[in-house]
Each structure stands twice: as structure tokens, then as C-alpha cells.
């Protein structure tokens, strides 16, 4: 086994932390999100260094990146924060996916749009009564020969309202037995007639923004159906792996910094004639705590250098998504715990970490779902 990274690796991590040192600090992070704005500098500063194109092939412009360099990326961005984190992998995850499965004119959009930086993609996939079955939504897509007419509501659509974004929306196109089949997935205008976008209240992750979308009899035309018609399903689980691998390395960033920053706390705050810090009980709480976040990236490495063999990694992602997430909570409750007084104060950036974690285990499949899969892979049938 070789754990260490080449000098290309070496060299975008280092990258990566410059740019949240210059761009994207916690504290502006936190800034961002207390406002909820997603400014543009940090999407085209991504799209600067080349970040959008890295995983695409030297021949369709891009670097011919691997899920290592990728989760190297949102590793350093989750040292911002998770939802700086997103800011990436939402953009890229549907841009890839769009790019696999998509028709030529689709492929050049994401070439000459996406990978550049001048345009979003969001994913509208969760429905009010579809969360975790996902499989089971309902907004249907009815074919009228040259168009498909677009009808249901999707909910928690992260990014899905910022300018210069198209969502990439799963519609019921087919018969809803069975289950998995006939669904398909298309590219809709949010600026479209009969779409209605609504911003939902939520505790954090503002920067990206949280949306209600609503669709009312709107026209859709057949070339923006990516990939075959009643076969979305395949095409949503082609990058699923990828996407939990990713979205680990958000999670461990911002872990490690919420350890850091608790650690930079306790040297400078005293008690009792000491830097608390010093303190057994917490000085092995935090030794814990970077045993959990090391045990976590491991984890997700192993399972970026499995993908990038182009060997399965479906029990070894969702093992990667279960333990990054439920390590920045446990990462968060403690700084929360180590900083006392100061990380109850909204003005800390601990108190931002804080909030932002608690969603960490339910977006992007709940530790419930991650625990299904794994337990599958066991020989177990949970349902």
C-alpha cells in the first residue's frame, strides 16, 4: 500500500487551501450564509483553476482527474464550510452526469457552460413525499410528441434558485410499476412558464440556498431529455458513487477545521491556572475526535482510490458517507462543548459549524439509508 499523494496531488491540495484562505475563509463562509448569498467570485474562481473541468477527459477539455483529485478539492473547501464544499460537488455531480449520458448539443452545453463556470446545475430529485424512496416520486411528465408537459412539486432542490442554473428534475415519464422504471430525467428552465421556484427556511446551509419547486403545466422540450426515456433511474445511480465520495471529503474538511478551531480555542482560553486544553477529559476527547476524522478519511480515500480502479465501491461509499457525516457532528457537539460560552455566541464561527452539521446525516442519504446498504452488502435485508 502507498499512502502518500504524487506532487500533482500534493500540489492541488495545496491549491485548494489558498484558495479558501483568499476566497472563501470560515469567516466569510459564515458571512455568506447569515446573508444567503452565493457570490459569484467563488463559483468563477472554481471555474478559474479549472476545477469544473478536472474530472472530464483531455479530449473534452478537461484535466482527465480521478475521485482522488476531487476529493482532495472538497476536502480544502470544507474547511470553509460544507455548503462551500457543495458549491462545487452540486455543480459537478449533474455536469458529469449530464455529460455521459446527454446528446451531443447536452455535452456541449456542459463543455462550453458548466465546465467554464458561466452556468449551474442543480438537481431536482426529492418530492414532499419522496425523500429517501426516491424512486417513488410522482411529478409527472406526460409526452405530447414534440414536448413533455411538466406537472408536481419537488422539494429540498439545493442551488436550484440562483441565477444562471438549470434544474436537472427525475419525472415520471412511464408506468409507476415497476417501482424503478419509468422515470427519466430532464433539463427544465427554471425561468420557464409554470414554474414556480420557493426559497425554504432552513436552520444553515444558505449559501446554496434550499428550494420548493413547482411545476404547472410547463413545456419541456424532447431535446432536453437526457439519456434514454424511462430508464432515469440508471441514469441517477451512474454517479452516486462518485457523489458520496465527494460529498465525504466535504465532510471531513470541515470536521478537521471545526477540531482546529476548537484546539486553537483551548490553548488560548485558561481556567483553574491552565489552557483548558491541557485538561484529561478534554484533551482525550479531542484525541478521540482526530482518531474519528483520520478513521473517516481513510475510509473515503479508500473508496476515491477504489473508484478510481474502476472497481465497485458501493458498500465502501456508503461506509465513507456514514462515517464523514456522522464525524462532523460528533466534531461540531464537541466544539460546541470545548468553546462553551464563546461557540454558544452566534457571532463564532462554531456556532455556524454547529448548525451546518446537523443536516450532514440527512442530505445526500441519511445514515439510515448508508446503513441499509452496507448492511446488504452483508447478506442482510433490512426491508
Known amino acids: 500500500m502507498d499512502f502518500a499523494l504524487t506532487d500533482e496531488q500534493e500540489l492541488l491540495r495545496a491549491t485548494a487551501r489558498r484558495f479558501v484562505a483568499d476566497v472563501c475563509p470560515a469567516e466569510r463562509a ?16 472554481m471555474a478559474d483553476l479549472g476545477w469544473f473541468a478536472l474530472p472530464f477527459a483531455e479530449e473534452e477539455g478537461g484535466d482527465g482527474g480521478g475521485p482522488l483529485e476531487l476529493i482532495l478539492i472538497a476536502e480544502e ?28 448539443a447536452q455535452r456541449a452545453f456542459i463543455r462550453d457552460r458548466v465546465m467554464t463556470g458561466r452556468h449551474r446545475l442543480a438537481v431536482g430529485l426529492s418530492e414532499p413525499d419522496t425523500g429517501s424512496d426516491a424512486a417513488a416520486l410522482r ?6 410528441g414534440d414536448h413533455f408537459l411538466v406537472n408536481g412539486q419537488k422539494a429540498w432542490c439545493t442551488g436550484g434558485g440562483l441565477p444562471d442554473t438549470t434544474i436537472a428534475t427525475y419525472v415520471r415519464t412511464g408506468a409507476r410499476e415497476p417501482k424503478h422504471g419509468g422515470i427519466s ?8 412558464a409554470g414554474v414556480e421556484i420557493r426559497r425554504t427556511p432552513t436552520l444553515a446551509r ?62 488560548d482560553r485558561h481556567a483553574f491556572g491552565r489552557p483548558i486544553g491541557n485538561f484529561q477529559s478534554l484533551a482525550h476527547a479531542m484525541a478521540d475526535l ?39 457532528v460528533n466534531a461540531a457537539r464537541l466544539g460546541m462543548q470545548v468553546c462553551a460560552g464563546h461557540g454558544f455566541s452566534t457571532e463564532s464561527v462554531m456556532s455556524f459549524r454547529y448548525r451546518e452539521s446537523i443536516v450532514a446525516t440527512i442530505s445526500g442519504g441519511t445514515s439510515q439509508i448508508q446503513r441499509n446498504g452496507i448492511a446488504r452488502s452483508m447478506g442482510l435485508r433490512t426491508y
Not at 430525467?185 to 427554471?190: A, I, K, N, S
Not at 451512474?238 to 471529503?249: A, C, F, P, T
Request: charged letters at 25%.
Open 290 to 328: 482526530q482518531t474519528e476524522i483520520d478513521s473517516a478519511r481513510l475510509l473515503a480515500y479508500r473508496a476515491a482510490w477504489l473508484l478510481g480502479q474502476g472497481e465497485p465501491c458501493t458498500r465502501e461509499g456508503s461506509m465513507a458517507k456514514l462515517k464523514g457525516s456522522e464525524t462532523y
Open 30 to 45: 459564515k458571512e455568506w450564509d447569515e446573508r444567503s448569498t452565493a457570490p459569484p467570485e467563488l463559483f468563477q474562481g
Open 185 to 192: 430525467l430532464l433539463l427544465v428552465d427554471p425561468a420557464a
Open 206 to 267: 444558505h449559501i446554496l440556498g434550499t428550494n420548493e419547486i413547482f411545476f404547472n403545466d410547463v413545456v419541456v422540450p424532447k431535446e432536453n431529455l437526457v439519456g434514454p426515456q424511462d430508464e432515469g433511474w440508471k441514469v441517477m445511480l451512474s454517479n452516486i458513487e462518485l457523489e458520496k465520495v465527494i460529498i465525504s471529503g466535504g465532510y471531513l474538511g470541515a470536521a478537521q477545521a471545526t477540531l482546529d478551531e476548537m484546539l486553537a480555542y483551548s490553548r
Open 139 to 144: 411529478t409527472q411528465a406526460d409526452d405530447q
Open 77 to 104: 473547501l470544507g474547511r470553509a464550510s460544507f455548503d462551500v464544499a457543495m458549491c462545487y460537488i452540486g455543480v459537478l455531480i449533474p455536469g458529469l452526469t449530464v455529460f455521459r449520458w446527454g446528446t451531443e
